[in-house]
């Protein structure tokens, strides 16, 4: 139980392009999930805290205009990258809490690699 | 704001050696802080969590960690490891309680590789 799915899982786009990550609960209702970003050979760091049915919470220095994060559903977030470039680059995972369950307790994505080019 | 550093960024042992993957935190409010493990081409997994309560954990496949409250650390430990525990482990620290919980700061990971 607790599967959540990231599509797609490798993307390649190009400079100024926009790209589009999912991040799906698939055998549970998340009403928050959560967006982190990791650097090769760095920490993840997160980005923003997104919550079912309202804006997302981003953390300080996370542009909101540039990671757009959608959760319109309790399966389904999706972040977007606009106007990517190469600096974009990076390993984007996403994770969601389970209802109920232990607060602090996230079941995480596979991650999705982007590469701007 | 909380930081979490892992000392070694890889540790390779041989099969059925003891290991220890250090983790120490910094934060001025109290925590609860976890073990992630990933293994290849799979998400994040919850290993196990320090919450409150004895400050010795253990997860269902032999590893342990302890809370440290006095050397702020919170080291990964398992007595003898396996083939099958190559994966990379992420330490990490929560607030414990406020506006931002469950909001986790990890550390930078540990690449640990069993060899046989």
């Known amino acids: 139980g607790a599967v959540v799915s990231q599509h797609p899982s490798w993307v390649i786009c190009k400079s100024g392009t926009s790209v589009k990550i999912e991040c799906r609960s698939l055998?549970?209702?998340?009403?928050?999930m959560f967006w982190y970003r990791q650097f090769p050979k760095q920490s993840l760091m997160l980005m923003a805290t997104s919550n079912e049915g309202s804006k997302a919470t981003y953390e300080q220095g996370v542009e909101k205009d540039k990671f757009l994060i959608n959760h319109a559903s309790l399966t389904l977030s999706t972040l977007t990258v606009t106007s990517a470039h190469p600096e974009d680059s990076s390993f984007y995972i996403c994770s969601a809490r389970v209802p109920g369950g232990n607060r602090y307790e996230q079941y995480f994505g596979p991650g999705t690699r982007l590469t701007v080019t | 704001a909380q930081s979490v550093t892992q000392l070694d960024s890889q540790v390779p042992v041989f099969e059925e050696a003891p290991v220890e993957l250090r983790c120490n935190y910094s934060?001025?409010?109290?925590?609860?802080l976890f073990w992630y493990v990933q293994y290849p081409n799979q998400g994040l997994q919850l290993l196990l969590k320090y919450l409150s309560g004895s400050t010795l954990v253990e997860s269902i496949n032999g590893f342990e960690a302890e809370f440290n409250k006095s050397q702020t650390s919170f080291h990964l430990r398992k007595p003898s490891v396996h083939i099958s525990d190559t994966a990379e482990y992420f330490c990490?620290?929560?607030?414990?309680?406020?506006?931002?919980?469950?909001?986790?700061?990890f550390g930078q990971g540990t690449i640990l590789t069993v060899h046989p």
């Open positions: 055998d549970f209702q998340a009403t928050t």
């Open positions: 990490a620290v929560s607030d414990a309680g406020g506006t931002s919980y469950g909001k986790l700061t």
């Open positions: 934060s001025s409010v109290s925590v609860y």
